[in-house]
C-alpha cells in the first residue's frame, strides 16, 4: 500500500484509544505489561501542551492510528540545547515494512530541528534486527551500552 496515504502529525487527546492499542502492543513486543493508570498518566504528559518534557507523533491511515513515536526532551550536560530521546517507536504489524516506521523517525528529526534541540537518540534491542535494518541507514549506531538498577 502507497505510504503517502499515511498522515503523520502530533499526537492529540483524540487519539487515546489508539495511541493506547499500540503502546500497549509495544510494551508487549517487549514483553512488559504496565496498569491503566499509567496508560493514562504517559498519554496526558505526551498530549499536555503545557507539558514540553514529553511529545508524541502518530502516523494516521484512513482515520486509524498506524505508527506512534513517543518523545522526551531533556536536558544535556555536554549540550546547552536539549536533547531528544526517542523512547518508543511501533509500528502496527499489518504495515510494517512500509516505510512508515522510517517516516515516524524523519518527523521526529524535523521537530528536533525546529526546536533546535541537540540531537536524536534511541536504543533497541541487541537482537531487534528488522529494526536495525532501518536504524542503520538513518542514523549513526554507537558504542555505549545501557546499565540499568
Not at 498518566?41 to 513515536?69: K, Q, W
Not at 533546535?116 to 533497541?124: E, R
Request: charged share 25%; glycine share 6%.
Amino acid at each position: 500500500m502507497d505510504n503517502r496515504a499515511v498522515t503523520l502529525r502530533t499526537l492529540v487527546p483524540g487519539d487515546r484509544d489508539d495511541w493506547k492499542l499500540l503502546w500497549r502492543r509495544y510494551l508487549s513486543f517487549y514483553s512488559t505489561i504496565r496498569d491503566d493508570a499509567l496508560y493514562e498518566h504517559t498519554f496526558a504528559r505526551l498530549t499536555d501542551s503545557a507539558y514540553p518534557a514529553m511529545c508524541g507523533f502518530v502516523a494516521e491511515r484512513n482515520g486509524r492510528l498506524v505508527g506512534i513515536a513517543n518523545c522526551i526532551v531533556h536536558d544535556h550536560g555536554w549540550y546547552q540545547q536539549p536533547m531528544l530521546y526517542l523512547q518508543d517507536l511501533y509500528v502496527d504489524d499489518l504495515v510494517r515494512g512500509q516505510g512508515i516506521g522510517r517516516r515516524l523517525i524523519e518527523q521526529v528529526y524535523h521537530y528536533a530541528d525546529r526546536e533546535a534541540l541537540a540531537g536524536v537518540y534511541w536504543m533497541t534491542q541487541s537482537d531487534n534486527h528488522q529494526a536495525m535494518r532501518l536504524y542503520d541507514k538513518i542514523a549513526r549506531k554507537t558504542d555505549f551500552i545501557k546499565y540499568q538498577r
